[in-house]
């Protein structure tokens, strides 16, 4: 489909998609980097930064903005999602899983602008290719359950 300008729609949708997506597995990335070391993720965010070529990746900032924002946030996220994973501690869960739901609580509750659908497809796409054969479905229900808990 195209609009009058001759540009497809579906493509315009698909390339923005994509930038979120690289934007939040950079997120991904510093968060599964400060969980693994046990280091603050603002500390690791910023060599991140400090490491990355130039020009800048594109959808930069909503990388920063996720990876700041689970810092800020991390206490409150991570008690919905010990709240809402049944039978899960924290701390069993495979460390791609645990930063995956991190990031995509933090889009649920604290990032108005993102659809809850799409918070939880983008989490359980990620787990699809980078975590466990199970991680899809784990993480689609306890992100299904707290995006109901958050729309009350």
Do not use: C, H
Not at 60 to 83: F, H, K, M, N, P
Not at 98 to 106: G, K, M, P, S
Not at 115 to 142: C, H, K, Q, Y
């Amino acid at each position: 489909m195209s609009n009058p300008r001759g540009r497809s729609f579906t493509g315009d949708v698909t390339s923005t998609m994509s930038s979120r997506r690289k934007a939040r597995k950079r997120a991904l990335d510093v968060l599964y980097e400060a969980d693994l070391r046990q280091a603050p993720i603002t500390d690791v965010l910023e060599a991140y930064l400090e490491r990355l070529p130039s020009p800048r990746p594109e959808q930069l900032d909503y990388t920063v903005s996720l990876a700041e924002g689970v810092a800020r946030q991390l206490d409150r996220v991570d008690e919905l999602i010990a709240s809402y994973a049944e039978g899960w501690t924290l701390d069993r869960m495979p460390v791609i899983d645990r930063n995956l739901a991190r990031i995509a609580v933090f889009e649920l509750i604290y990032r108005d602008e993102i659809d809850d659908a799409v918070a939880i497809t983008e989490a359980v796409e990620l787990a699809r290719s980078l975590s466990t054969e199970d991680s899809p479905r784990f993480l689609n229900g306890v992100l299904g359950r707290i995006a109901e808990y958050a729309s009350r």
